[in-house]
């Protein structure tokens, strides 16, 4: 079992990942290792395509406080508020930072960093859009990876690239290191350290239809639950309005940015019944719901379970210069050329607002006095810190990996100058490789695709856009079902190279864990806010429910107030 | 529609050499050859190893040979390759596992050609500025997903591996052409050792392969151009 002496590890190089890392690389004094199950630069962060928000004010006025505002509300008044400042005023340096280390945004005429308009996102406190979206084309998400990767190139950041994490070290609470399994060989390696950091993004491959990779399992925030770090408002999932039909893949709401709009089967403009000032650039909860309710009442397109979304009245060049990307998706996927045709779409999974719960500086708690885990820290999508409350804002993503990822890896420096080393028990990797030889030796013939694929479809039907109690109580009988067959699985391949069936039977065990959390949250709330509609509770009921939810594996619930400094709840209307 | 897979399958572990397996899949013409590899991988023989994440073309992981073209398996549809299917690792790497190769010369050649943004002088308390024309000059390359089709495909990668190869290129041009950069002097100099851009015989491989339909042939001309000039 090999073993390495780090002072920090980071575990996941997407955009939160290696942002800290650069942080803490320019530290010279401080050995980091960043562990990746895959190479950086195929993360996910590359995916994310319409922009990154900040109120630069390139374009037209803004500021700050309307970009806070607008992230409170969007996450209907679920956010701390002193972290949806931080993120709206952090943002506008960070983009700067972003273009120093050479980001390639695209510019307005005199020079500066050009933006646009995306969902949720308003001038005076609500009154109408307002450009604040900075971006590379649709390839915002991309040149953000890129240039990352390239400037921890340039400062010598260690990456250990395929390294697959699957254990957390804890000694008596105080963080001590991980435990990895290096891909190539099948080798467990222990990675002794005085902090650790997660940043290994989402978990939508819960679900059925998603934007989501396919590697996007949910590890970082099952290995820390079963670590017994509770898990923050995992109710909360977002579906985006406008994925691909039946393959999920994301058309950006920059396409709506843009001009684009979405008709039902009479070709009417639907989002002006459910949101008359912002149309189709409503927050995404909301146009979801309005999708699934037409499709519903019968005005899908040919009566079934899509929409379109109409880019035909805009100019040949915003799609070529503008949307180049989604362009090409639709042409290739669909055999569609959105300039002449309307592209079919539905909700898609899309983005997780819970996670490891974390205070401003990314450091994890572990409980509802906000208690934090010596060492430990969390960034990005795997994180909740609460910046995205109920509902997600476009191009705040972005922002939140970003600003949170580079404040994390900001305290780390800061607890590293005086954090001693903890031993590790006697044999650290046990855990890990029971695990794995677990299911390496089990034979009851069940399949890990088989599993996988029924978790997401139910997960779909039941846990979707709209929930209620019964199917929920029906879900969470389903995953108890699915864990039975999941501890009879037989894989085909028991060798140690590059074992990927061996992967992916590990990997379905988060997606399991995260599923849970998921439905628990969502049958113990009961109430409709953002993202999460309960159609037997459909009112939002800030009496009993302004608060987060923690729950723990061992099915233990605990809540937290929201932090609430300017904006004070009100109706949520667009 | 039934589509007859060939896969060349080499696992070092336990196989002597390369062989190739043959796989009867059913499929949807607008399946993409990662739904049909994974069919194979979750109905048929959950031992075939391949690299994926994204599966629309952007994360750059499945690139490999496709009826004997270099492509990306995620942006290939059936439609497109009728019933005979042949899949191999791609050329010029070493085969790690079935159609995963080792990716590091790949990127070794990339770290070469410092492949960052380099310009030390004070920043401006806001962006940098650059003209939409001047962002232009680098459009192309920048989109670049490190996927490794254009080296593999080029025929004097294969003959000689101390070539920096067409995507290190690419990586060098996004640079060299940012009007922000000030580095341009020590990559020229980079590029116009032995193993560098006069390597490029212009075969075209490249350009006809990759996938985000960069016109790599040109950036590499443009490479040629600037290295000549530096030199008077
Ligand atoms: C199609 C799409 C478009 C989007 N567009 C936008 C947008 O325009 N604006 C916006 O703000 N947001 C957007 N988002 C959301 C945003 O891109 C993501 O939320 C964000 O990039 C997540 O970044 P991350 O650093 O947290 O994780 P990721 O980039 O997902 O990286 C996760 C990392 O963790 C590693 N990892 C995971 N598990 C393990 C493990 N067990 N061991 C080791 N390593 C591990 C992976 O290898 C990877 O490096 C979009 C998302 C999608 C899917
Ligand atoms: S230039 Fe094109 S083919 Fe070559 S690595 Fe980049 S994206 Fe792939
Ligand atoms: S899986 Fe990402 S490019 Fe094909």
Redesign the pocket.
């Known amino acids: 079992m090999p073993v390495h002496q780090y002072d920090a590890v980071i575990v996941g190089a997407g955009g939160a990942g290696l942002f800290a890392a650069l942080e803490l690389g320019r530290q010279r004094d401080l050995r980091v290792a960043v562990l990746s199950k895959l190479y950086p630069t195929?993360s996910h962060t590359g995916a994310a395509q319409g922009g990154i928000g900040a109120a630069l004010g390139n374009e037209e006025e803004d500021h700050w406080e309307w970009h806070m505002f607008d992230t409170v509300k969007g996450g209907d008044y679920l956010v701390d508020q002193d972290a949806a400042e931080i993120l709206a005023r952090e943002a506008i340096e960070t983009i700067y930072d972003l273009e120093h280390y050479g980001l390639p945004f695209d510019r307005t005429p005199d020079g500066r960093i050009a933006q646009r308009r995306f969902g949720g996102h308003t001038h005076h406190f609500g009154q109408g859009p307002v450009r604040r979206a900075c971006h590379a084309a649709d390839r915002t998400g991309h040149m953000i990876l890129q240039t990352l990767y390239q400037q921890c190139l340039r400062n010598d950041v260690h990456f250990f690239n395929e390294f697959q994490v699957v254990d957390l070290l804890l000694e008596d609470g105080v963080v001590a290191g991980v435990v990895a399994w290096e891909l190539l060989t099948g080798e467990l390696h222990v990675f002794h350290s005085r902090a650790v950091m997660f940043a290994t993004g989402g978990w939508g491959k819960i679900f059925k239809v998603t934007s989501n990779a396919h590697t996007l399992t949910g590890d970082g925030a099952a290995i820390c639950w079963r670590r017994g770090i509770p898990l923050e408002d995992m109710e909360f999932y977002q579906f985006h309005p406008t994925g691909i039909y039946r393959l999920g893949i994301l058309m950006s709401e920059a396409a709506r940015g843009e001009g684009a709009i979405l008709r039902n089967r009479n070709g009417e403009r639907f989002m002006e019944r459910y949101s008359p000032t912002l149309l189709d650039l409503a927050p995404r909860d909301i146009i979801a719901r309005a999708m699934i309710t037409e499709i519903r009442e019968g005005r899908g397109i040919d009566g079934k379970d899509y929409l379109h979304l109409d880019f035909t009245h805009l100019p040949r060049q915003v799609l070529d210069e503008k949307l180049p990307e989604i362009t090409s998706f639709a042409r290739t996927y669909l055999g569609v050329d959105p300039a002449r045709e309307p592209v079919p779409v539905q909700p898609t999974a899309h983005y997780a607002m819970g996670g490891i719960p974390t205070d401003v500086w990314g450091r994890v708690i572990r409980d509802e006095q906000n208690t934090p885990v010596p060492g430990l820290y969390a960034a990005g999508e795997c994180a909740c810190v609460s910046v995205h409350g109920a509902n997600r804002l476009g191009t705040n993503s972005l922002v939140d990996i970003l600003v949170f990822g580079r404040r994390a890896g900001r305290d780390m420096a800061r607890y590293l100058k005086e954090a001693e080393r903890v031993p590790v028990s006697h044999n650290p990797d046990s855990d890990a490789r029971e695990q794995l030889e677990r299911l390496l030796s089990s034979a009851g013939g069940e399949k890990v695709g088989a599993i996988r694929d029924e978790l997401a479809t139910c997960m779909m039907e039941w846990c979707g856009i709209f929930r209620n109690g019964p199917d929920l109580q029906r879900m969470l009988d389903k995953i108890a079902e699915l864990r039975d067959r999941y501890a009879r699985i037989t894989l085909d391949d028991r060798g140690r190279r590059f074992n990927q069936d061996l992967l992916e039977a590990w990997e379905l065990g988060c997606l399991l864990d995260v599923a849970e959390a998921t439905v628990r949250s969502a049958l113990n709330r009961t109430e409709s806010r953002g993202a999460h509609m309960r159609e037997d509770y459909p009112k939002r009921d800030d009496a009993q429910w302004l608060k987060h939810t923690l729950l723990y594996r061992d099915g233990r619930f605990a809540y937290k107030p929201v932090t609430i400094t300017r904006f004070l709840p009100q109706e949520r209307k667009y | 529609m039934k589509v007859h897979v060939r896969i060349k399958r080499f696992n070092p572990e336990k196989d002597r050499r390369p062989y190739w397996a043959d796989y009867e899949v059913p499929t949807d013409p607008f399946d993409r050859v990662?739904d049909v590899l994974h069919y194979i991988k979750w109905n048929l023989d959950g031992t075939l190893a391949l690299r994926?994440?994204?599966?629309?073309?952007?994360?750059?992981?499945?690139a490999m040979l496709i009826n004997g073209r270099n492509r990306?398996?995620?942006?290939v549809l059936v439609k497109d390759l009728g019933p005979r299917i042949t899949v191999e690792p791609l050329r010029g790497l070493p085969v790690i596992k079935d159609l995963v190769v080792d990716m590091e010369p790949f990127f070794s050649k990339y770290r070469q050609v410092m492949p960052w943004l380099v310009n030390d002088e004070p920043p401006p308390v806001r962006e940098r500025l650059q003209s939409p024309e001047e962002r232009a000059r680098i459009d192309d390359t920048t989109k670049c997903?490190l996927?490794a089709v254009c080296t593999t495909a080029c025929p004097i990668f294969w003959g000689n591996g101390e070539f920096l190869g067409p995507a290190a290129l690419v990586a060098a041009h996004r640079f060299i052409f940012d009007s922000r950069d000030r580095a341009a002097p020590e990559r020229l100099a980079i590029l116009a050792e032995r193993s560098g851009a006069f390597k490029c015989r212009t075969v075209f491989n490249c350009t006809d392969a990759c996938p985000q339909g960069i016109e790599i042939t040109k950036a590499i001309q443009d490479l040629k151009r600037a290295i000549v000039l530096s030199r008077t």
């Open positions: 195929r | 990662l994926r994440s994204c599966a629309h073309g952007i994360c750059g992981s499945d990306l398996a995620c942006k997903i996927c």
